[in-house]
């Protein structure tokens, strides 16, 4: 007996046995079984997902002989003939073959006459929309009122050409592609029926290349044999298809992830041993980096079409969602400019070092653990931790101090420090006493008059302590003493008060003072300002957060205001990552709303510009009043540029 390919050997018979289609599957079998049965169908799909095969088994359904039903018995001689391909009473047409008109006109010459054999007479064409509109308009009448005993199958890849006449006649059936999954796990039976070897990773390299098309997966699968000898290895089917090794493709994203261009080159130079397309390397770097975004947004939608869920999970915990957007436009602008190169190589691996070289600095919260399947409840989990935090405080002794409202409707005001006389005071610090057992250390004096003779050992004033000038350069006309000196000048402006010494600083030996603590409730929005140098944020959360103004706080609820110029950075990602950072810097719950609108000038950024000003100015008056510039000045006609002080202050 001849080998029968598995495309023709496992085709499905009944319905029960077709794979996938169950939104067209269940439409028959319910119209079927109620008796409620339509003229002229049209499925319409790609190649290989089982049109001509419902078709065939609609047939059988109609002219078994034990009756209409979606269950034919397959036994008689009308299911055996149909199988067979040689009943009567179903013609098979090829329209691609038979595309003149006057083929459709014979083609429909027998329709009025009763079927031979079987009950109905059924016209099955394939490839319908390859017919001429002469054609479909000799195929219209009949098409819209036959006899009762014709029914009209019709099978298409393009139903986009077929006429809306044609298509407003017919009940229409869309077939899907079908999924990975669903072609390994059918490929797997028919392999484990046939008792042929194979490994998994062979099926889904298969399962890939069908590109949604049963047909085409087990044509793959009978050529995989034959170049196997027997057998399907995962090695053997990736010679045969010349495609790219997928597990390299995500060592190149682990060496990513670990920032390592060791572990990257490395990848690359066990790539270039199967002399890949480079093209093809960068399009499936940007499918995974693309399979990794969609992850880090909807973990629930973390599948395993590829067989690599498990690496997918793990890189979407590991990845900043920033780097992957940022990585996966790289390799699309890679793929573009790769025949630019000097050789393919050469570029990929110009690809991966600007992935390296570009990747975004000092992101707020790098994730570093593995990504869970859902984080939807989180916002309401710390609401609801903060509301019991607020509860406890509230029965204790030390908790039934009043707490400021600082709602959005009856906001404080309280003005910006001004940066010439000392930073902005960080409200939401205090310091542990020095011991548990011993009294608290007084408070420093903050006049900011300088101290009497004699009191050399008491400590310096911490706020208003002006730093001592520093004396003129002597050597006039010297231009590197004088930019030196203009350097420390801007520099003791820019450094701010002097720290305290050691003797006014608790005793960092004792457990009470080994880290300050800081206080949510003592944030106001005057204070904002100067708490957020302390946070450390960076990357595009910096940029969102330098511009939002404090509008109100209740309890552990944060609202903010973000400058409406910068909205278009903004995302709700951002709000839970400052909500965390917050949090972590108070050691509390911290909840945060941002709105978009006109800020009233509380922000970072309008701090940093005042004190910039100021300083500005104060380099300014020290470079104008210095002896040496008025000499200068004085006795060559010197100009000084205020242009030029602002770009020294600038660069430095």
């Known amino acids: 007996m001849s080998y029968q390919v598995l495309a023709r050997k496992w085709r499905p018979r009944l319905f029960r046995e077709m794979v996938g289609q169950e939104h067209v599957l269940q439409a028959l079998i319910n119209a079927l079984d109620n008796g409620r049965l339509h003229h002229a169908y049209l499925f319409a799909g790609t190649r290989g997902v089982g049109k001509t095969t419902i078709a065939r088994i609609l047939a059988k359904c109609l002219n078994c002989e034990s009756g209409v039903s979606s269950e034919p018995c397959g036994q008689c001689l009308a299911c055996t003939e149909i199988a067979e391909g040689r009943f009567v009473d179903l013609i098979e047409v090829d329209a691609a073959s038979r595309t003149k008109v006057e083929d459709t006109r014979e083609l429909l010459e027998n329709v009025q006459y009763a079927p031979t054999k079987g009950r109905y007479k059924v016209y099955l064409i394939d490839e319908v929309h390859m017919l001429s509109n002469s054609s479909f308009n000799a195929l219209l009448k009949t098409l819209e009122e036959p006899p009762p005993h014709v029914k009209f199958l019709l099978a298409t890849t393009d139903p986009q050409k077929l006429p809306v006449t044609v298509l407003s006649r017919c009940l229409q059936f869309n077939l899907k592609n079908m999924s990975p999954e669903r072609v390994v796990e059918h490929l797997r039976f028919v392999l484990e029926q046939e008792m042929v070897p194979f490994e998994e990773g062979a099926l889904w390299l298969l399962g890939r290349a069908a590109d949604g098309s049963m047909r085409d997966a087990m044509s793959l699968t009978d050529q995989a044999i034959a170049f196997g000898g027997g057998k399907i290895s995962e090695s053997e089917v990736r010679a045969m298809l010349g495609s790219i090794d997928t597990g390299l493709v995500w060592k190149l994203l682990q060496a990513l992830a670990e920032e390592s261009a060791p572990a990257l080159f490395a990848a690359v130079e066990e790539l270039a041993q199967q002399a890949p397309d480079y093209s093809a390397a960068l399009a499936e770097l940007a499918n995974n980096l693309h399979r990794i975004a969609v992850a880090q947004v909807l973990p629930q ?277 400052l909500a965390d950072l917050l949090g972590d810097f108070f050691q509390q719950p911290v909840t945060v709303h941002i709105q978009v609108g006109q800020v009233q000038g509380q922000t970072p950024a309008h701090l940093a510009a005042a004190t910039r000003e100021e300083r500005l100015a104060a380099a300014r008056e020290a470079l104008s009043s210095d002896p040496l510039v008025r000499e200068l000045q004085q006795e060559l006609g010197a100009e000084l540029l205020p242009d030029s002080v602002e770009s020294l202050v600038e660069t430095e």
């Open 301 to 577: 939608s973390a599948d395993n079409a590829l067989g690599d869920g498990e690496r997918l999970r793990d890189l979407a915990g590991r990845l900043a969602p920033e780097n992957v957007q940022l990585y996966y436009q790289m390799a699309l602008l890679a793929r573009r400019d790769l025949p630019l190169a000097p050789d393919p190589r050469s570029g990929f691996e110009m690809a991966l070092l600007r992935m390296l070289a570009f990747r975004p600095q000092g992101v707020a919260d790098v994730p570093r653990a593995r990504l869970q399947a859902d984080s939807g409840g989180e916002v309401a989990a710390r609401e609801s931790a903060a509301q019991e935090m607020n509860s406890t405080r509230a029965e204790s002794p030390e908790g039934k101090k009043p707490q400021p409202d600082l709602t959005p409707a009856e906001p404080t005001a309280e003005p910006i420090p001004s940066p010439a006389l000392a930073p902005a005071p960080v409200a939401p610090l205090e310091q542990a006493p020095a011991s548990a057992s011993g009294p608290a250390e007084p408070p420093q004096p903050t006049g900011s008059q300088p101290p009497a003779p004699g009191s050399e050992d008491r400590p310096a004033d911490p706020v208003h302590t002006a730093p001592e000038p520093e004396p003129p350069a002597q050597a006039a006309g010297d231009k590197a003493a004088l930019r030196e000196q203009l350097r420390r000048q801007v520099a003791e402006v820019e450094a701010g008060p002097a720290p305290a010494p050691e003797a006014s600083q608790p005793d960092k030996s004792t457990p009470s003072a080994e880290k300050p603590k800081a206080r949510l409730d003592a944030l106001t929005p005057g204070s904002w300002p100067a708490l957020y140098s302390q946070l450390g944020v960076s990357g595009i959360l910096h940029s969102i957060a330098f511009h939002l103004e404090l509008v109100g706080r209740r309890d552990n609820i944060l609202s903010f205001i973000l400058d409406e110029s910068y909205s278009s950075l903004y995302d709700e990602v951002h709000q839970r990552r």
